[in-house]
């Protein structure tokens, strides 16, 4: 039955094909407008790590300043210092751990000749890469033991290993940093999470970083954060230990908690360790010490802004305006039927049949204009994302995924069944007698 | 003319008025909002900075040459890179200085009137030299601008500070002071000391160190995260280092900006090439902070003509539909001495009459929109000459729409009326 509808509503369709083009054209521009615009704000509002999100906590202490809070919304530092992190990291109630932040360093081409590069440096923990999930192409992060020492390793992203090794399997082999060589014990396969979910702090848009570093060697090499550094009070002593022992924050710390008591008990030991900290005088302002699930830190770091929702909400009081139009043009196409109807119903056709023929028209053409919109989508998709690559240097973060095709397919089936509801209706009712009187 | 005819065709089709109500009202909602955002927008890109943007180029030249991490050697260099940039073709000035405008950042502390106990006041901060205010274009309202003696001098205080541990007194501050001369806008010294004058007047940092202001300058605006986008300090210092660079900012000739950014790194390679350099005019750095609102704005426009394009085929439509359903009535008004210009008028005050409810309904419903969206996403206020706009456009919209179904009807042949079908 739904096929015999299906076949008179393409047969309808095709009878008046200017007609059908623009009431196929108009939703499609409302579904285009749609589904492009959620893409944009799916595009950073989405889970970046659906699979491990919900066990992936960012800690922060608050070590400010008594006589006011943190200026930023949550009143607590994103970061934590230096001090804090090597303390809390003393303990293994994590699953895994680590503080990180991004440095900015020489990386020599060929060591001796050439000229170097400045290169964005991971500094992390060895957990830092089954914590976050990154793909290994060759080898390995470096094991634990190796962040002691530290040892001289380090893990390529698959860019720098093009642009070194050409991306020939570089295990092994090693590469000149600042003053020092260091080993490669690994090469990431393309890593691409719609945002550098691991440090929102600044520039979240930004590919992940192309060298990953054991964190100890801050220390020998004297290297500093080239992210966001936020202090209320100058250290105790100048220089590179001072930065140390300071109360300025600059590194992002993570944990991964597999359970909700294994995170009350990673809670009571901040606790802990911060009422310890106040009997020698630190953490002057009320205790209060954060783990903070991803997407809620994301969420609370405003990583989506307010303006792409604006514009999703926009965006559907278009597709609302298409939908109205849409019944307005159908209503008329279906009443111009009206003695055809007559006489189908006074040949025996059951309102219901009629109703549900009309249904499945418009459903056709929520559907056609549908696939058509999603086209128009992709193309602004494309669009949109070069404007994202001359910004941010990356030309993927925009998406038209699954769950963003299953949207603008529910939006179209919608659209069609809101808008053809009532002129299905009344057309429906059409007597069978008086048309058949007129003819 | 007669309204009786029109309500009476307007009361039998109600459902069919009353999509293009809604379908009017909606479209006045989004379209006002739409171009409240736009113009929102548009406002902070034409902000002025007070700078001389367009002839700005910015050069940040990182050291690899471990020769570099000595202070001798890096404070000659920047001394042989100013030089150079200074008498390069086109340039009229060049400074060094951190202080990069248009990032949507920078540096920033917090001060207060010295000796009292207020409240801190957050302000950015920034080095400066004798050529920064020459460079950035901006003029000196009162007081004077930094001599290359006072740059000099506490170059070198402040490296000798920053070598040794202060000496601590009993309240946890350093025992000695630190005082520098330093250049304030007008908005922030404003904030500090009300409308008294500021020259003379002495700022304290958290560490109890002063500032004395020498000079004042009126136009200084620097997007910041935090609301502190007029209020400046700048310190005589030089920005050099091992680590993080020496950065420059250039004020070329008018329209020299390319030209001279093309130049300026095989000239500084040629001075010293144990350094990388990265150029980038104020331009570029303006394009690149204003691209999220520029796509926001283009996407918005977009969708506001597409929006009333698709009313306007709607009105099109139901109003062929309207007169091709009338086809016999209209010709039967002709037979019985209704003129051309009668149906015309009838279809376009129909329409009127439509479209005025439509935009009466709108308006409620434009600032209902704008108050969700200012109240959950910040969304621009909406100002009644912009709603104004907007009614006007629909009604032109709607009258443009009617047109042409009006001017179909009004040839309809009187004749009609007396044919069956």
Known sequence: ?439 | MEMGPILRAMRRNKVRFGLIVTEVALTLAIVANCVAMIRDARAAMVRVSGFDDENLVNVRSTPFEKAFKEDGYLDNALDADLRSLRSMPGVRAATNTRFLPWQGGGSSTEMRPAGTKGEMLRTQIYNGDEGTLDALGVGLAEGRNFTREEVDRDTVRLRELGRNAREMGPDGLPREKFLQEVIITRAYGRLAFGDNPLLGQQLEDSDGDLYRVVGVIDHFYNPYGWPIHEYAVFFPNRARGYEFGSPFLIRTEPGQALAVAKAVEERLLAVNNGRNLRVQTMDEIKAQYFGPQRLVSTLMSTVTVLLVLVTSLGIVGLTSFSVAERTRQIGTRRALGARRRDVLQHFLAENWIVTTLGVAVGVVLAFALNFGLVTVVEGAKLRWPLLAAGVLLLWLAGLLSTLAPALRASRISPALATRNV
């Open chain 1, 1 to 439: 039955m739904l096929l015999y509808h299906l076949r008179i509503a393409f047969k309808s369709l095709r009878r008046s094909l200017g007609f059908s083009a623009v009431v196929v054209g108009g939703i499609a521009l409302g579904i285009g407008v749609a589904s492009l615009f959620a893409t944009i704000r799916h595009a950073l509002a989405k889970d970046p790590i659906p699979h491990k999100s919900g066990v992936l906590y960012n800690v922060r202490l608050d070590n400010w300043d008594p006589a006011k809070p943190h200026p930023n919304k949550a009143g607590i530092p994103p970061q934590v210092t230096f001090r804090d992190m090597t303390e809390i990291m003393k303990t293994d109630i994590p699953v895994r751990q680590g503080g990180m932040f991004k440095a900015n360093l020489y990386v020599f081409p060929e060591p001796g000749s050439g000229r170097p590069t400045r290169t964005l440096i991971r500094m992390c923990f060895a957990d830092f890469f089954p914590m976050f999930d990154a793909p290994f192409q060759y080898g390995s992060g470096w094991d634990r033991k190796a962040d002691q020492g530290p040892e001289p390793v380090i893990v390529l992203g698959e860019e720098m290993n093009d642009k070194l090794f050409g991306g020939q399997n570089s295990v092994g082999k090693t590469v000149r940093i600042e003053d020092r060589e260091f080993r490669v014990v690994g090469v990431l396969k393309p890593w691409r999470p719609s945002i550098k979910f691991y440090d929102i702090t600044q520039q979240q848009l930004q590919a992940p970083e192309q060298v990953f570093m054991p964190l100890g060697w801050l220390r020998p090499m004297q290297i500093r954060t080239s992210g966001n550094s936020d202090g209320w009070k100058s250290p105790p002593q100048p220089g590179f230990e001072g930065v140390l022992v300071s109360e300025t924050t600059w590194l992002q710390m993570w944990v991964e908690l597999p359970d909700e008591a294994t995170r009350q008990r990673y809670l009571d030991f901040l606790g802990a360790y911060v009422t310890e900290q106040k009997k020698q005088g630190r953490f002057p302002r009320p205790q209060r010490v954060e783990v903070t699930p991803l997407m809620k830190l994301m969420d609370e770091q405003g990583v989506t802004p307010p303006e792409l929702t604006a514009m999703v909400v926009v965006s559907l009081l278009f597709l609302a305006v298409c939908a109205l139009n849409l019944t307005g043009l159908l209503l008329a196409k279906f009443l111009a039927r009206a003695p055809e109807i007559g006489v189908r119903r006074a040949l025996g056709a059951s309102r219901k049949h009629v109703f549900l023929q009309h249904v499945v028209e418009c459903e056709l053409v929520g559907v056609l204009g549908g696939a058509l919109g999603i086209l128009l989508s992709l193309a602004a998709v494309g669009f949109a994302n070069g404007w994202v690559k001359a910004l941010f240097n990356r030309g993927d973060l925009i998406q038209f995924d699954a769950t963003m095709a299953g949207y603008a397919l529910g939006l179209s089936l919608l659209a069609g069944l809101v808008a053809g509801v009532y002129p299905a209706w009344r057309v429906c009712r059409i007597p069978p007698a008086v048309h058949l009187k007129l003819q």
